[in-house]
């Protein structure tokens, strides 16, 4: 259970936080269609720090971008959207 | 009378399988029973062996009881770690008729035809043979029986921090802890016994000149006046990311009434975490190493020093290091003729030794070779001393093969291990967390080094480093267990080998080696010594299997805690609820919500009730609350932008004033929900959709705004409860509303401004039932009286209102799908007849998607249509579409209902190419309720397929 720093909120657990996707895994509404499956459907998991998008959906709502190891879970940089 | 460190003198009476017995406060139910000379406590897993105590804590792995009775009955108790209270009812498991006599034992005569992997190699074939044999299977192998009925007992949670939280109250924990509380921290200590001291309770040392036991109580007492808490009976069960731990406080025994919490789920977040959580000792493996009779030596211990019951009365002690020596000292002090010592070492040092030696016979480079039985008890012991074999006859064989540290939490934590070969054992490396590893469980045994400032008085000397002997020894012939508690023997660790299950993560699998309730925290060491010295590889190479939380069992009703029963999950009431209830609401949940499913009147069955209140819509005038419909208004410059996003229907030639369907994709194209569209104003609009999709829905439109058009000119507002939202619909309900209002009805599809009852209302006018209808939004405070006045405006020309059950009547009949029915997460709107709605120009989530040739070529794909039933018979919803019975279905019902207009069942379905299959007859096949209807397959539509009745 990660403790997460809202930069609004300060320290809170992450039941009070939803997951929404990898950073590099956002569709762009004019994204040309292979650019948006691959992005969808052919994303690396590889080792080492990846680019998070979470929301502080139980508290001030505030998208964050989170940079986080996949491997130890530590959280590097937590900032506003 | 019994003396011991961890008893006192009140008399306890408790029963077992029936009988009474006597114990005392203080005492396990392991120890009351060894007392009562009661050795045989449970029948094994597989073999149905007889088996008695093997340790004295949670890591028994074998003598499994059940505790109460009834609803409160707690399957799978370690006999070992459930503490006597008055009326203690104790019940054995996995035997039939009796413990002593258990038909199952002669499972063990045919064990040679049911090793390793036996069920994979025997019971194949189609699944509904396996239902067979299951059945056959679960009976035979088996633990304890589940409690029937609802459980009584009530559990909480708890969260709470501290800079320091220590794990186990022995020596270095006690140590730990009073150190971090006199250095001002906020300290939380957590053991998982009744009792404070750990190994102390188990030995003959005084420190600061008291008795370790009391030592270990004062120091309690020092930490709680220091401010910290000690939180007994309480197991860290997990140590997850962020130092955050989970811990299971007992507040009253297995089985045991409570008056308050039975138990609470602490959620602890801890600045430091000091791991003293100990060493569990190894079994020896030799040929027979489970008869009743044969122990832990540091069970055997406990027994003597903690509980005042001696195991046995001639003991032999089987050991490969220095530690199992005291057990002999112990044993002896309460008159057991300690037969042997059997020291697998050649040539043993050590003052601990030699004060063996002049009292006990000790001998050297001598291991057990076989336990002998006598009816269930042991009998004696073979054993091999040097290049003799010798058979020894002892009531008792207490055994060590060493120590291995408790690195549960450690490991959970992300931290490391390293192989100790001078301690043959496991030990914490690097830790990822903020956390620290002392006492037995870093490998350290000698009380000087962790009590540094106390005064210690141990009459047996330090014990020397534990010099390993043979973890395993690879001459059993017989069964000898690695795992007690699944019966997995070396034979079959042996076989997993041979048949190619190399790595231990397969011979896990493949044996069930560790996948019992104790996970096996006994013969894990034992086993991968086997498994790496038949792979010839060291064994730190021969790999480790997971360490996963819980540490032990933790029952479910804790981690459910008050989240039960009304309680599971919050119940969200419409703003009308009360008026729905004088009206004789018959309540459903829906989502979070509770809605009215119907208004029974005197007689009425809920069919009966719901078709009554559809045709009543259909021929008059009718009142449905759909207030729980999620409500979104954007607004400003941005707002279509915002619009344009989230549907995927034509928006932007939308006029002020009036609305349409619309369907909002997720990104891979299939319809997430489903709603109407208003245009307020130029840059207003109203959304609405699903009520079981709002909080969904809610998500969306934030990522939409926040991450997707970087943040428009636009606010998203979700305005779900700020308004009411009430249904008028029927043939009569635009006159009726006309002069509610008095002004005209907006055109279908529009909207309009108005009041009733003096508070201001939006008429929405778009229809779900089929006939000219109009939505009612009403500011949520100000319901009351708009609905009384709907209500009694329909009432007045013999309609009312009418609940959910109706209006899905009434949808599907026109074949509007739901989210969640229809639209079930796998269909694209073409699927669901929606497809010519779909902007050409894309720009909208998901319009990508949509293009695959996968998509984009619907044939394959399940379709939306109405079936028919053929002989009226109402259609089971969900069964399957078939051409025949027992063939691969073709489509599924998604919803059914009785004819509304006429009479007989209907129902929609998604079918595969169900657009160019119109005409076909099919079954409605559902074998789980044994029904099957003949179905006719037409479009989805069937009633007024003009739209003559909701249009002007």
């Known amino acids: 259970m990660l403790l997460i720093p809202c930069p609004h909120c300060g320290p809170r657990i992450q039941e009070e936080f939803a997951y929404e996707r990898s950073a590099d895994s956002v569709v762009r509404l004019d994204d040309a269609p292979d650019v948006a499956m691959t992005a969808l459907f052919s994303r690396a998991n590889l080792r080492g720090e990846e680019a998070e998008i979470w929301v502080h959906a139980q508290g001030c709502g505030q998208w964050l971008r989170l940079t986080r190891d996949r491997m130890s879970h530590a959280i590097r940089s937590v900032e506003p959207l | ?952």
């Open chain 2, 1 to 952: 009378m019994r003396a011991g460190s961890g008893i006192d003198g009140e008399a306890m009476r408790f029963t077992f399988d029936g009988k009474a017995y006597w114990g005392v406060d203080g005492d396990t139910l392991a120890a009351a029973l060894m007392a009562n000379g009661v050795r045989l406590l449970a029948r094994s897993f597989k073999y149905h062996r007889p088996r008695g105590i093997m340790a004295m804590g949670v890591e028994e792995p074998s003598a499994l009881v059940t505790l109460g009775e009834g609803a409160r009955a707690e399957p799978n108790v370690r006999a070992s770690d459930v503490f006597l209270y008055p009326g203690l009812v104790a019940t054995s498991q996995n035997a039939w008729p009796s413990l002593r006599h258990d038909v199952g034992a002669v499972n063990s005569l045919v064990s040679a035809l049911i090793p390793a992997g036996f069920y994979y190699k025997t019971f194949f074939g189609p699944p509904s043979r396996w239902m067979i044999y299951e059945r056959f299977i679960r009976r035979a192998a088996g633990l304890g029986r589940p409690p029937q009925g609802a459980d009584p007992d009530r559990y909480g949670h708890r969260a709470a921090f501290c800079d320091v939280l220590v794990v186990g109250a022995g020596p270095a924990g006690l140590a730990a802890a009073l150190r971090a509380v006199e250095a001002g921290r906020r300290v939380i200590l957590v053991e998982q016994d009744a009792l404070p001291g750990g190994s102390l309770l188990r030995e003959n040392v005084t420190i600061d000149g008291v008795p370790g036991a009391k030592w270990a109580a004062r120091a309690v007492g020092r930490i709680r006046a220091a401010g910290g808490r000690v939180l007994m009976r309480t197991t860290a069960t997990g140590h997850w990311d962020d130092n955050f731990v989970t811990a299971v406080e007992r507040r009253v025994e297995p089985g045991q009434t409570s008056r308050g919490l039975a138990q609470v789920l602490w959620k602890l977040r801890c600045g430091d975490v000091i791991l003293a959580s100990g060493a569990l000792e190894r079994p020896l493996v030799f040929a027979d190493n489970d008869v009743p009779g044969i122990m832990l030596a540091g069970a055997a211990r406990a027994l003597a020093l903690r509980y005042g019951v001696a195991p046995g009365r001639r003991a032999v002690i089987a050991t490969s290091h220095d530690e199992a020596y005291r057990t002999a000292f112990a044993l002896a002090g309460l008159g057991v003729e300690i037969v042997a010592i059997l020291d697998s070492r050649v040539d043993p040092q050590g003052a601990l030794v030699n004060a063996a030696r002049a009292r006990f016979p000790v001998l050297v480079d001598a291991r057990p070779l076989r336990g002998l039985r006598r009816g269930v008890a042991l009998a004696g012991i073979d054993a091999m001393v040097g290049t003799t074999r010798r058979r020894f006859v002892a009531d008792c064989l207490a055994m060590s093969g060493g120590m291995s540290p408790v690195l549960h939490l450690h490991r959970q934590a992300g931290g490391a291990l390293d192989y100790d070969a001078a301690r043959g054992a496991f030990l914490p490396g690097a830790a990822r967390q903020r956390q620290t590893t002392v006492g037995a469980a870093a490998g350290e045994h000698d009380l000087r080094a962790i009590l540094d400032l106390s005064k210690i008085d141990d009459p047996l000397g330090p014990v020397a480093p534990a010099e390993p002997g043979p973890i395993w020894r690879g001459e059993a012939h017989g069964k000898a267990f690695v795992d007690f508690q699944n019966d997995v023997t070396t034979a079959d660790l042996a076989l997993a080998q041979r048949e190619g299950y190399v790595s231990v993560e397969h011979t896990k699998r493949y044996t069930t080696l560790g996948m019992g309730t104790d996970q096996g925290k006994l013969g894990a060491m034992v086993a991968l010594a086997q498994i790496a010295d038949e792979r010839g590889l060291p064994l730190p190479q021969a790999g480790l299997t997971m360490f996963r939380p819980p540490y032990t069992p933790v029952t479910l009703g804790a981690f459910a805690g008050p989240a039960r029963g009304d309680h599971a999950a919050p119940i969200r009431r419409l703003p009308l609820a009360e008026a729905h209830d004088d009206l004789g609401a018959l309540w459903v949940p829906a989502g979070a919500w509770m809605r009215p499913r119907a208004y029974l009147r005197p007689g009425e069955s809920l069919g009966e009730a719901s078709l009554r209140e559809a045709r009543m819509v259909r021929s008059l005038a009718g009142v449905v609350d759909v207030s729980s419909l999620a409500k979104f208004e954007i607004a400003g410059p941005d707002a279509l932008a915002v619009v344009e996003a989230v549907c995927a229907t034509p928006v932007a030639r939308l006029g002020v004033g009036r609305g349409r369907y619309t369907v909002m994709l997720r990104e891979d194209g299939m319809v997430m929900d489903d709603g109407t569209l208003w245009r307020l104003a130029e840059d207003r609009w109203l959304l609405t959709s699903s009520t079981g999709g709002a909080a969904r829905m809610a998500r969306h439109l934030s990522y939409v705004a926040d991450i997707l058009l970087a943040r428009p000119r636009a606010a998203v507002i979700n305005v779900s409860e700020h308004w009411a939202g009430l249904a008028f619909a029927g043939p009569r309900a635009a006159g009726l509303l006309a002069e509610l209002t008095g002004q005209p009805v907006p055109a279908h599809m529009g909207l309009a401004q108005a009041t009733i009852a003096g508070a201001p209302v939006r008429v929405l006018a778009a229809s779900y039932s089929g006939e000219r209808a109009f939505e009612v939004h009403v500011p949520a405070y100000r319901a009351a009286g708009v609905f009384a006045a709907l209500v009694g405006a329909a009432q007045g020309v013999g309609g009312g209102v009418y609940g959910l059950d109706a209006m899905d009547h009434l949808r599907v009949e026109k074949g509007h799908v739901v989210i969640g029915a229809e639209a079930d997460g796998r269909a694209i709107p073409a699927d669901l007849g929606l497809g010519g709605m779909v902007r050409k120009s894309g720009g909208f989530v998901g319009w990508q998607a949509l293009t695959r040739p996968a998509l984009a070529d619907c044939a394959e794909r399940r379709q939306l249509v109405g079936v028919t039933s053929i002989d009226g018979a109402p259609i089971p919803e969900g069964a399957m579409l078939v051409v025949r019975e027992g063939e691969e279905p073709v489509g599924h019902v998604t919803t059914s209902a009785p004819r509304v207009a006429g009479e007989g069942a209907i129902g929609l379905g998604l079918l595969v190419d169900g657009g160019a299959r119109h005409g076909e007859a099919l079954l409605a096949w559902s074998p789980t309720r044994k029904q099957c209807v003949s179905v006719q397959v037409g479009a989805p539509l069937f009633y007024d397929a003009e739209g003559a009745r909701y249009r002007d």
